[in-house]
């Protein structure tokens, strides 16, 4: 079938008005006939810009339409292009071709208050003005950004109402006094936050940093099997000790002073046998964390999983992809304050904290710090004239005691203490 050949003409529209073409926003058209239909254009022609300005109004029985072709609610691509009407002649072959304009009609609810595009442009704020470029104009990227950034926002004047709200109904409630008592008595337990449960005011020191709040009872009960080979440590003063076995230091030390006369011997091997658990632990490297059973299959689990639970948070690898356990630097020294306590137990309340501190892994000055923290009285060996004048040296040569006595003082955390930086 040969196609047919057609001739297009362009035809001026009268009165130099183009063809309209309407859009209804809440539905479609379906009997014209029944809309009447009213165009007016803008009075001062002089103005190039307002000339071109018109308004197409369509009235029916039960509600009235009103479109126009300048402000905010017209489209951004009618207004950058241009658009034509074709009128086909099939008889004739003939396409007669005129402008046309697109009105987008919007109903007219009677009553309703009509907004002030410029006065709202002049309100808003810069950032407002390029959120609305950006929603405009930006790409998907900035779009996403936007959204997710209003969606986070809180109205700042809503917040602070509703903080002054609350704060003033607390206030009513518990009172100004009780409230500055409360906020005295976080300051002065922040500090604690690494440090084992402590009692102040306790009659005795071994009541201070009690036992029982450092191993549990279903604990001792866990451990009493597995403890039993450092009992027969204990009882031949570590002579029997094997040579294969690696024990720390001060574990060692302990050992071979014997069972003591004021304790059971089984329970003070339990707590030795804990303590060294807690020093292995402590050593435990990134790649030793990985592994499932990290301390060995012959740790009771109850131990296992406290010490996991306790000193040890989830953190991200980038370089796996997933979750892992990691022993961060806070949970180091409650770490190291936990060995501390049960150690003052298992040393009479008088321990060496300088081979504690080779077991540990840490520094002199470190182990120093957090033994002042946990209130314990720090007796420094007395340096010769030749000594002083190498204070490094004399830090690791000579050993340095920490006592626990009474009446006990928990002190204050030095202003100097503070979060290390990154």
């Keep these: 079938m040969a196609a047919k050949s057609v001739k297009w003409e362009y035809v001026t529209c009268e009165r130099k008005q183009s063809a309209a073409l309407v859009d209804f926003t809440n539905g479609t058209l379906r009997h014209g006939s029944e809309l009447g239909f009213a165009r007016y254009q803008h009075c001062e022609t002089d103005s190039l810009n307002k000339r071109s300005q018109e308004m197409l109004v369509a009235e029916s029985n039960g509600i009235c339409y ?8 017209v489209p951004s691509a009618s207004r950058l ?5 074709g009128v086909l002649n099939k008889n004739r ?4 071709v005129c402008d046309a304009q697109i009105f987008r009609m919007v109903p007219k609810i009677p009553g309703e208050m009509n907004h002030t595009p410029l006065q709202n442009s002049l309100e808003s704020t810069f950032r407002e003005k390029v959120d609305l470029l950006t929603e405009a104009f930006g790409s998907h990227r900035r779009k996403r950004a936007l959204s997710s950034r209003r969606l986070n926002v809180v109205g700042s004047e809503k917040l602070e109402q509703a903080v002054a709200a609350a704060a003033h109904q607390v206030i009513e409630e518990k ?3 009780a409230l500055s008592n409360e906020v005295s008595h976080a300051k002065n337990t922040e500090q604690l936050t690494y440090l084992p449960p402590c009692c102040p005011g306790a009659d005795s020191v071994a009541e201070i940093y009690s036992l029982s709040g450092l191993i549990l009872e279903h604990e001792f009960q866990a451990i ?4 039993s080979e450092f009992l027969s440590y204990l009882w031949s003063r570590g002579e029997t000790i094997p040579p294969q076995k690696s024990l720390g230091q001060f574990t060692t030390n302990i050992l071979r002073e ?4 004021n304790r059971d011997a089984a329970q003070h091997a339990a707590c030795l046998w804990y303590l060294e658990t807690m020093l292995a632990f402590s050593n435990l490297t990134w790649n030793d964390l990985k592994r499932n059973d990290p301390l060995g299959p012959e740790i009771p689990p109850v131990v296992a999983h406290k010490l996991m639970d306790t000193f040890t948070t989830q953190s991200y690898s980038n370089d796996s992809g997933r979750m892992m356990r990691v022993i961060t630097p806070p949970l180091k020294d409650k770490l190291n304050v936990y060995v501390l306590a049960i150690a003052l137990h298992v040393s009479a ?4 904290i300088t081979h504690l501190r080779a077991d540990l892994k840490v520094s002199q000055k470190k182990i120093i710090e957090l033994a002042n ?3 314990l009285k720090i007796k420094r060996p007395r340096a010769s004239k030749s000594q002083k004048s190498k204070p490094e040296s004399f830090l690791g040569d000579y050993h340095w005691q920490a006592t626990l006595k009474l009446p006990f003082v928990l002190p204050e955390p030095p202003l100097a203490m503070k979060k290390k930086r990154t």
Excluded: H, I, T, W
């Design 175 to 177: 009172g100004a006094e």
């Design 66 to 73: 009103v479109g126009q072709n300048f402000g905010p609610d």
């Design 258 to 261: 014997g069972p003591p006369s």
């Design 373 to 375: 923290a946990m209130g």
């Design 81 to 85: 292009c241009r658009y034509f009407v």
């Design 349 to 352: 309340f008088c321990m060496n």
């Design 224 to 227: 009493r099997e597995v403890s």
């Design 93 to 96: 072959s003939k396409l007669k």
